[in-house]
């Protein structure tokens, strides 16, 4: 079992920046991919940005350029800098652990942070 804490969500204004947290109960290394995910209300959940296998990164489309995930091994932290925001980045921001033992794909999630991106 794996628990992940999220903070550092809140409002902003367009165009700014915010940074979020995931703290992670074991070590980032035990874990195969780790990352943040979305969803705004009537939406579906979607993958914002990952890190698999310690140093693929991907990020979503809509955040390239804006976003940067990154982590700090140590403190078993992956944080999301959230750059140039826009009102269209308004969701519910959750970070995910994926695991893979065998056939078996394992996630977990945290309960989620909100981002408000308004004036």
């Known amino acids: 079992q794996v628990q992940l804490v999220e903070s550092g969500g809140g409002l902003v204004q367009p165009g700014g920046s915010l940074t979020l947290s995931c703290v992670t109960s074991?070590?980032?290394?035990?874990?195969?991919?780790i990352g943040w995910y979305r969803q705004a209300p009537g939406k579906g959940r979607e993958l914002v940005a990952r890190?698999?296998?310690?140093?693929?990164?991907n990020y979503a489309d809509s955040v390239k350029g804006r976003f940067t995930i990154s982590r700090d091994n140590a403190k078993n932290t992956v944080f999301l800098q959230m750059n140039s925001l826009k009102p269209e980045d308004t969701a519910v921001y959750y970070c995910?652990?994926?695991?893979?033992?065998?056939?078996?794909?394992?996630?977990?999630w945290g309960q989620g942070t909100q981002v408000t991106v308004s004036s």
């Open positions: 890190i698999a296998n310690l140093d693929s990164i």
């Open positions: 074991i070590s980032i290394f035990s874990i195969n991919a």
């Open positions: 995910n652990a994926r695991m893979y033992r065998g056939i078996n794909v394992y996630d977990y």
